[in-house]
């Protein structure tokens, strides 16, 4: 039943801004209205059985906004981190948070690190919030890390292959992202998960994240099963396949 249905979806939530404006509100209410958008993603995600949902929720680029934006999107997470974690659990979800977390104040990193190792073994949807990631920065660790093992003698530059590096970016032991979508319009990558959505359908709505919701979720969905995934063959090699 499940065939056809995305392993991984990747969302970059985009338009909190825009959905405040437009109601004459200031930013950070759409900020606060995305949140129940993430609630609902989660909750259609673990119900069908998706394997990874990958929100991003913060850019590496998104520091330079006004100070005041940053620091109320900083209460936020905590807030969440803190107020829905168990319930996280008790759905059997795995939460992971990736990004480069130095920069995060030392109570929201333990809040982060608490969260992975209370839901670290469920067995449920893998729900991976990228905060503070960047595509480049993911890659660059990647690069930092092997060229340690070569140093060390323990890879020689020969064996770099795909399948080496994987293991060593953020998303490693999941599949890589089938779906993105992005909302608001915006079509663009933004720095996101640059070398996992090397081959995923993307997924492209003008509705503002706040009002993203399980019937636009249906939406995306149903766009997914309707892209043939070629992966370089023709369309007449798969079928045959299928055959
Ligand atoms: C996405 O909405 C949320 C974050 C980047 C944190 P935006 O805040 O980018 O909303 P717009 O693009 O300004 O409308
Ligand atoms: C990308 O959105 C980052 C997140 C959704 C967290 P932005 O709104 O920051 O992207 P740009 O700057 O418009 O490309
Ligand atoms: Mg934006």
Redesign the pocket.
């Known amino acids: 039943m499940n065939e056809k249905l995305p392993r991984h979806i990747a969302i ?4 909190n ?1 825009r959905w405040a404006k437009q109601r004459h509100l200031p930013r950070i209410a759409g900020h606060k209205a995305g949140v129940d958008a993430v609630r609902e993603s989660v909750r259609y995600c673990a119900e069908k059985k998706i394997e990874a949902l990958t929100l ?4 590496s ?2 520091w330079q906004r006004p100070e005041m934006e940053v620091s109320y999107l900083m209460s936020l997470f905590m807030t969440m981190l803190k107020l829905e974690v168990k319930k996280l659990h008790k759905n059997n979800i795995r939460l992971r948070v990736m990004g480069d977390r130095e920069r995060f104040d030392k109570k929201l990193q333990q809040l982060m690190a608490d969260a992975e190792a209370l839901t670290g073994n469920n067995t449920g949807l893998n729900l991976v919030i ?1 905060a503070n990631y960047g595509g480049r920065w993911d890659i660059c660790e990647a690069v930092r890390k092997i060229a340690v093992e070569v140093e060390q003698g323990r890879v020689i530059p020969n064996q770099i292959t795909p399948e080496l590096i994987e293991p060593f970016l953020a998303s490693k032991d999941l599949p890589e992202p089938d779906l993105l979508i992005r909302t ?1 319009g ?1 079509q ?1 990558i ?3 998960m640059l070398w996992q959505l090397a081959y995923a359908e993307f997924y492209f709505t003008d509705v503002f ?1 706040p009002d993203f919701n399980a019937a636009e979720m249906d939406k995306a969905i149903a766009f997914f099963r309707k892209r043939e995934r070629r992966f370089g063959c023709t369309s007449e090699q798969l079928r045959a396949e299928h055959a």
């Open positions: 970059i939530m985009d338009g801004g991003f929720a913060f850019s680029e998104n990228a608001s915006e663009r933004s720095n996101f994240w």
